[in-house]
């Protein structure tokens, strides 16, 4: 059983910032790509950003240069660190990892529970 819970979110001003944390924990042997979804009421769910084993990002145009997403693979932690945010960015935002239990080239993409993240003045 694999779980992702995520921290971080709550309510800040337009221009603030907010730094997101989701730690992996359970039956796993390795981690793949981790990353951040986010939903505003609404909206479809989008992709904010990713990263691989590696270090190499990937981030939705709406929040470049604002966003960077990083990880310690030591800890199983992905992180967003999110700056100059707008009203626009008020969403749940969800944290998934690409995790297989085994030594196999087998990974399933694992979401958390969800985390607000409002910015309103």
């Known amino acids: 059983q694999v779980q992702l819970v995520e921290s971080g979110g709550g309510l800040v001003q337009p221009g603030g910032s907010l730094r997101l944390s989701c730690a992996a924990s359970?039956?796993?042997?390795?981690?793949?790509?981790m990353g951040w979804y986010r939903q505003a009421p609404g909206k479809q769910r989008e992709l904010v950003a990713t990263?691989?084993?590696?270090?190499?990002?990937d981030y939705a145009d709406s929040v470049k240069p604002r966003f960077t997403i990083s990880r310690d693979n030591a800890k199983n932690t992905v992180f967003l660190q999110m700056a100059s945010l707008k009203p626009e960015d008020t969403a749940a935002y969800y944290c998934v990892a690409d995790i297989s239990p085994y030594a196999t080239n087998l990974f399933t993409r694992h979401w958390g529970q969800g985390t607000q993240v409002t910015v309103s003045s």
């Open positions: 359970g039956s796993m042997f390795s981690i793949k790509t």
């Open positions: 990263i691989t084993t590696g270090g190499s990002t």
